[in-house]
Structure formats: structure tokens, C-alpha cells
């Protein structure tokens, strides 16, 4: 939506400095970012993933953790395939729960096309307030997001967020973070599940 | 063929948490008695293909739930529920209404395509189309429990 846009890696940083025990459910490119950032036992990365679902499989560790704080990505193509998702999770009322979109405004991984709602006039935030959030911001510049940060995920939940990121350039393709089975083993084993 | 607290109390007593789902017209009166019960928590999803994916995060966040949506729901849902089942390996657990099952001769291509689909999907799954069968339920539940795999339940319905 707007034409400033911050870096994603500035972005995740200000997440990675924040976070404390938090679960990250990553996907896409942020799946490719977070790694870089952070090797936490509670980072979940979604690929390979049902693209779109990413909000959903955060919801439902939200409501099997209850007691844990659940921050899921999704990309702005991701959040297009399942905008019904955001009336499912509000409906669910996790307070735990924050969605972050990553907005770039293409689908990276398939080499830049625009999506839909980067042609036309989309709005994330009051897609989701309408939906029923308790608290949607949109980011377009750095250093706002960083002087608010901690202050947004802190609001009321669930918590939607959209941060309008740069896109990465060439550097988009995913590469596996290791064997699925051995991610969720590991991952079970920090939950305790 | 089932009542809603029989539903309820089967998935009680085996120990299911969450029940995620997008009920059609034969599962859609059960709707009371899910929401009563005690031992479950119900999960209403927007279209099918969320439905999967809850319910492997609740799988993961260390729950038992079970995924309860039409076969044209099914159908609709089938990339999400690869990759759940397939790509995450979760040994999720899913309930499906029929459609027009019990119709005889019917065209309806819901009926048609919903038994290759799942031998497709290499997924294992018993029919309930007649009241005797009911323990179907819980046998083939246990059954894929104690495996560790995927399991359905078809369950036979007249029209939609």
C-alpha cells in the first residue's frame, strides 16, 4: 500500500531483540530470514508449507499452549489465499496470539508478480479489525516499528500486524531448514508435548 | 445414525479435545451437543483447508483433535491436507459426511469421487453407512492411534 517500505531483515531484527520465550511460527520468506536471526528451540518454521495456512497452524498451538505467547508469519500472498482465516482466528479470541503479514506486495518465491491486492486498494488492518482483532497496526517505516514494537505486542489479542517489507530480490528461494520430522521432534520436545 | 451426544461421548471418552470443523446438513445438529460437552472444544473454521492445519498445530501444541467436515470440504482441502499428513507426518484424525451415500443412483459427483480420492491419498478409512456399524467409530480410531497414521471415518449421508 505504501511506497515506503522498511527491510525485512530490520524488521525481524526488532522481533528477534523483543522476543523472549515466544513461539515463532515462520513461513515463507521470513522461514528463510528468521533462521539467520535466531535458533531458538520455540522457532516452528512451516516449510514445507499449505501457503496461506501459517495463521491457522499458529492458532491452534495458541489454543493447545495457552499459557505460551504464539507469534505466526504469514506473507501478503499467504493472507490472500486465506482471508477467512482471520475471521476464524478472531473468533477463537486467542489473547496469545500475534499474526504478523509480511507485505511486500509480490510473490517472492515465484520471482516478483505483483499480487492482487498490490494491484488494487487492499487494506490489511481493516480487513482484520473487521473480522473481529482486538488490535491491527500496519508499519511502513523502521524505525516506527521499532519505537513501537514492544508497545504492539503488548496489546490486547489477538494481535494482527502488518509490517510493508522491501522485497528481498533474487535472493528469494527457500532452502530446508532440515528433515521435517526431526524439526517437530525437537520442537514437541521444547514444548513438552 | 448418530446422535449428537453420541458423537460427543465417543469422542470423550477417546480422549479427543478439539473438534475442528465445517459441518454440512447431517452433521450440523450434532452442533449442541459438541458445543456442551465438556471434553471438547469446538472449532469453527471458514473453508476446509484450515481445518487440517489447526488441527496439526493443536496436534503439535501436545492436543487430540479431530477434523470433522463434508467430502466436498474434502476436496477442497486437499493441499493443505497433504501437507499435513504428508509432509509433517501428523497422525490427524478426520470425520466426513458422505454425500449422498445412501442415495441410490445418484449421479452426485461427491459420491463418486470421494472413496478414490481418499485410496488416492493412500489414507485409511472405514465406512459407517449403517447403525450396527457405529463402533466403527472408536475401533478405527484406536486403530490409527496406536499406529501413529492418519485415519478417516466416511460417514454415510442421504442428500445434501
Redesign the interface.
Known amino acids: 500500500m505504501a511506497a515506503h517500505r522498511m527491510p525485512l531483515a530490520g524488521a525481524l531484527e526488532v522481533l528477534r531483540d523483543l522476543r523472549r520465550d515466544e513461539i515463532v511460527v515462520t513461513t515463507m520468506g521470513t522461514a528463510r530470514e528468521w533462521p539467520k536471526l535466531s535458533s531458538h528451540p520455540l522457532d516452528f518454521h512451516y516449510i514445507p508449507s499449505a501457503m496461506g495456512h501459517a495463521g491457522v497452524l499458529g492458532l491452534g498451538i495458541a489454543l493447545a499452549q495457552p499459557r505460551r505467547t504464539v507469534i505466526a508469519f504469514s506473507g501478503d500472498g499467504g493472507m490472500l489465499m486465506s482471508l477467512g482465516s482471520l475471521v476464524t482466528i478472531a473468533t477463537c479470541r486467542p489473547a496469545n496470539l500475534t499474526l504478523i503479514v509480511i507485505d511486500n506486495g509480490i510473490y517472492e518465491v515465484t520471482g516478483g508478480q505483483k499480487t492482487a491486492a498490490a494491484v488494487g486498494r487492499v487494506d490489511f488492518v481493516a480487513l482484520a479489525k473487521a473480522a473481529g482483532f482486538e488490535s491491527a497496526r500496519r508499519f511502513t517505516d523502521l524505525a516506527d516499528w521499532k519505537a513501537r514494537a514492544a508497545e504492539t505486542l503488548a496489546l490486547a489479542g489477538p494481535r494482527f500486524v502488518v509490517l510493508e517489507c522491501e522485497p528481498v530480490g533474487c535472493d528469494y528461494m527457500l532452502e530446508s531448514p532440515g528433515p521435517m520430522a526431526e524439526r517437530i521432534a525437537k520442537f514437541r520436545t521444547a514444548l513438552g508435548t | 445414525m448418530f446422535t449428537g451426544q453420541q458423537i460427543a461421548a465417543t469422542l470423550a471418552e477417546l480422549g479427543v479435545t ?1 473438534v475442528v470443523w465445517l459441518p454440512d446438513s447431517a452433521l450440523g445438529p450434532w452442533e449442541e451437543a459438541l458445543e456442551a460437552s465438556r471434553a471438547l ?1 469446538l ?5 476446509e ?2 481445518a ?12 487430540t ?1 479431530v477434523v470433522m467436515i463434508q467430502c466436498t470440504g474434502l476436496f477442497e482441502s486437499g ?2 491436507l ?3 499428513l504428508f ?4 497422525p490427524l484424525f478426520a470425520m466426513i459426511g458422505y454425500r449422498s451415500f445412501l442415495v441410490e443412483g445418484s449421479a452426485d459427483t461427491a459420491r463418486k469421487y470421494t472413496e478414490p480420492i481418499l485410496r488416492t491419498w493412500g489414507l485409511d478409512y472405514v465406512l459407517i453407512d449403517a447403525p450396527e456399524k457405529a463402533p466403527l467409530l472408536a475401533e478405527h480410531f484406536r486403530k490409527c492411534r496406536a499406529a501413529g497414521r492418519p485415519g478417516v471415518v466416511l460417514l454415510a449421508e442421504g442428500q445434501m
Not at chain 2, 472449532?43 to 473453508?47: D, K, L, Q
Open positions: 478439539h472444544t472449532v469453527r473454521v471458514c473453508r483447508g484450515e487440517w492445519v489447526l488441527a496439526a498445530g493443536l496436534h503439535l501444541g501436545g492436543m483433535p493441499d493443505a497433504r501437507n499435513v509432509d509433517l507426518k501428523l
